[in-house]
């Protein structure tokens, strides 16, 4: 009898323990008061991303993290990639520190609806702008970060220099994607005849064209250089200047919030203005007796270009400081030092002749 | 003489089917010329692919990818200096692992002698230096559990129970921990992952599907309309819908239905998912069992005036479990092995960690080594399950009665 009662006990203590442990998952952590006085509605208002987010204390940044270069996961558990590095530039902008994010990984499928949802902050997960996913999907798009683009690859020693020269190939492709489509498109706008060899996966298209199925292959240019990285001989294949298809990625936020989407928006135009005038992590410092207007006022030494934002005013400073500009994310997760040996392309500021064109911070 | 001769006739011994190992060849792989070519077909297709296999995995395979990330393989994000408190919990496994051998086995075998060989096998093993403390820990609290046991045998049989009872919740509370200034800080569940967040989702499923289920299977044999139609309703509902749909359902419906304001864990969300899922399929299982028990059982159940209640706890649930235990362990392996789709809604368990690490420009082209890696530690796990089902099956004499 006493051995009975005792059992009972100790179910009941494990009802409680595990309703407490429960209990307590649910609960929110005790958060720090908003920082912002001007500030006074509560943190859960829609609509006020920013108050929520401080008094959050991180920003919660929905990614991918399982895009080579893109998004990743290092042997010590810390993300790290080319979005991830937008939404380290968001939490330096907002925090002055670039580790106050909580990072959730999404899949394609739920990555709007989540953003809908409200659970996450920001949205940088390669996402392709398009009108439909801008105007439906309830967000917004702020500027592309990152213009990839469909290409084509050959080996070096084919002797093919453009698209032009591609009649009477073999163009091995992947199945019922826009790939397919975009390729017969171009080929057919600049009239080449070509045999498409098409596959089930990505896998498949890679090998047959690495076993001479195919005299060329085609996918995302990203995707291209990824894979072209683990080639037996990466230095044979070279991929042809012609971009078959625009894929402007770029973070989106939730409708309704401007100055929220202003703040990422110019974030993002920040690390563009930075690689403009120069200004990298290493040298920044050096710029803070300069006596350049623009960047006085970039970096908040001058005006309160932070304050407009609803920032504090050395948001830019903290951005390049604990991030760095534009050509340093390339560089650390893409560029011709990492495996995937990308090269600017598009990507490059409109001074070298690339896309990456920042209003004025004035 | 004679008549010995004849009766030494009479108990000839059977003929022996011991053969030489040429003998044995001649018989069983070329009977006949149809069996010859056989043999020689399948071991040109084995040779085929093993011979590329093995020179793949001694010359060409990059092994290193998994000791560079076997922490991040084994608990994904969670803090590094935090790290002890998921050793803790191995410890007190073990702790409490001890007891229940010393209180229930009560003797020294083979299977002890494996338990003790695990920790050993694990120091080994150990990629991060300093790791064999953790598993010389792990050996010295198993001996004491059982030593504890052998020296007090009645007082430790009712601790050990306890101890049983409360290791889960006691786990869970260590690895999630309390607020930011206390001695356990808090670790958010998003940065749970690795192996230890499969276990967490597996072990919960296992744990909470039982009670649900069991009473799920009652409720469908209930005489009471609304309790048996609910069941049905509920069982017939989520068996009619795919795990991932109930995943996705938590993960992405589930804040439009709450108030604003209100967020739950996903983890929990993936959690409660994967119990629902697995409730309505246990409670068929179970179902299954209580049908098999003859009606007398019942009958001479109420005979005796035992209560509804009662008949149910002694008399048919006993013997209903226990003739369903090997469909139970079947389902609850393939729960296992289910958990990897919470991948799919993006949590990082063993195979989102994978995904991730594939996606590391330093590790590109590793998908064989790294899926094959999952898929040991799968089997490791999965047949440690078969393996102590099919124990549990003789120790309760399973197929027997």
């Not at chain 1, 902008?93 to 994010?101: E, H, K, L, S």
């Not at chain 1, 989540?114 to 902050?121: C, N, S, Y």
């Not at chain 1, 706008?189 to 298209?205: H, K, L």
């Not at chain 2, 076997?70 to 803790?88: A, H, I, K, N, T």
Request: with cysteine; aromatic share 10%; hydrophobic share 50%.
């Amino acid at each position: 009898m006493v051995r009975k009662s005792f059992i009972m006990l100790a179910l009941l203590l494990v009802l409680a323990l595990t309703l407490a442990a429960c209990g307590q998952a649910t609960t929110p952590a005790p958060a720090p008061a908003p920082e912002q006085p001007a500030v006074s509605e509560p943190a859960q208002v829609a609509g006020n991303t920013l108050a929520t987010i401080k008094a959050r204390g991180k920003l919660i940044c929905g990614v991918n993290q399982a895009v080579p270069g893109f998004g990743f996961l290092q042997s010590d558990g810390s993300f790290a990639g080319f979005d991830i590095d937008f939404c380290k530039a968001l939490s330096a902008a907002i925090f002055g520190d670039p580790n106050m994010v909580e990072y959730r990984p999404l899949t394609a499928s739920e990555r709007f609806t989540t953003l809908q949802a409200g659970e996450i902050d920001v949205l940088i997960r390669n996402t392709t702008w398009t009108l439909t996913r801008d105007t439906e999907l309830g967000g917004n798009f702020v500027h592309t970060t990152f213009y990839d683009g469909q290409g084509i690859q050959v080996p070096v020693d084919s002797g093919i220099n453009s698209i032009t020269e591609l009649g009477g190939t073999a163009i091995c492709v992947q199945q019922g994607t826009t790939t397919e489509l975009n390729l017969a498109d171009q080929m057919a706008a600049v009239g080449v005849q070509y045999t498409p060899v098409v596959f089930e996966t990505a896998d498949e298209t890679v090998n047959a064209y690495l076993e001479g199925r195919c005299d060329a292959w085609t996918t995302d240019m990203s995707g291209i250089v990824a894979r072209q990285s683990i080639f037996p001989d990466p230095t044979a294949h070279k991929i042809l200047p012609e971009v078959l298809s625009k894929e402007p990625l770029g973070p989106m936020v939730r409708h309704g919030d401007d100055q929220w989407f202003d703040i990422v928006q110019w974030t993002v135009f920040a690390t563009f203005q930075a690689e403009e005038f120069g200004i990298t992590s290493q040298n920044i410092d050096t710029f803070m007796s300069t006596e350049n207007p623009n960047i006085r006022q970039m970096l908040g030494l001058e005006g309160e270009m932070g304050v407009k934002l609803g920032l504090s005013n050395d948001w830019a400073y903290n951005i390049v400081k604990l991030v760095g500009n534009y050509a340093e994310i390339f560089n650390r997760n893409l560029g011709p030092d990492t495996p995937l040996g990308l090269a600017r392309g598009l990507n490059a500021s409109w001074v070298d002749g690339g896309l990456l064109y920042a209003p004025p911070i004035r | 003489m004679t008549t010995s001769a004849s009766s030494r006739s009479d108990v000839l011994p059977p003929p022996s089917e011991r053969y030489t190992l040429l003998g044995w060849f001649r018989k069983n792989l070329f009977g006949s010329w149809l069996d010859a070519l056989l043999t020689l077909i399948a071991l040109a297709f084995a040779v085929a692919i093993l011979v590329p296999t093995v020179r793949w995995a001694t010359t060409s395979a990059r092994w290193e990818v998994i000791p560079n990330n076997v922490e991040l393989f084994m608990f994904g994000s969670y803090p590094r200096d935090q790290v002890w408190r998921l050793w803790l919990c191995l410890w007190l496994l073990a702790l409490v692992t001890g007891m229940l051998w010393g209180v229930y086995v009560r003797r020294r075998s083979f299977m002890s002698l494996f338990l003790i060989a695990l920790p050993v096998l694990g120091m080994l093993f150990t990629f991060a230096s300093g790791v064999w403390v953790h598993y010389a820990a792990m050996i010295v609290a198993g001996l004491a559990g059982w030593a504890l046991a052998r020296w007090r045998p009645r007082l430790m049989s009712s601790v050990a129970l306890v101890g049983t009872l409360l290791f889960f919740p006691l786990v869970i509370l260590i690895i999630r921990g309390f607020s930011e200034e206390s001695f356990l800080p808090g670790v958010a569940t998003n940065l749970w992952g690795g192996l230890m967040l499969s276990l967490l989702i597996s072990v919960v499923g296992i744990v909470f599907s039982f009670p649900f289920g069991v009473l799920l299977a009652l409720g469908r044999q209930s005489n009471l309309p609304a309790v048996r139609t609910l069941s049905i309703l509920y069982i017939e509902i989520i068996r009619g819908v795919p795990l991932i749909t109930l995943l996705f359902m938590g993960q992405v419906m589930l804040n439009f239905f709450l108030p604003s304001g209100i967020v739950v864990d996903r983890v929990i969300r993936a959690m409660v998912a994967v119990v629902m899922f697995a409730a309505a399929y246990l409670a068929e299982n179970v179902r299954g069992g209580l049908q098999a028990i003859p009606k007398g059982q019942y009958e001479a159940a109420d005979a005796v005036g035992l209560s509804g209640f009662h008949k149910m706890t002694f008399i048919i649930l006993p013997q209903a479990l226990r003739a369903v235990i090997p469909v139970l362990v079947g389902q609850f392996i393939g729960l296992f092995k289910d958990t990897t789709l919470v991948a799919l809604v993006g949590l990082l368990d063993l195979l989102g960690i994978a995904r991730g690490v594939l996606a590391n420009p330093a590790w590109i082209g590793t998908q064989l080594e790294v899926y094959l890696f999952l898929a040991f530690i799968y089997w490791i796990f999965s047949y440690a399950m078969s393996y102590a089902s099919r124990r549990l099956e003789v120790a309760l004499g399973v197929g027997e009665r």
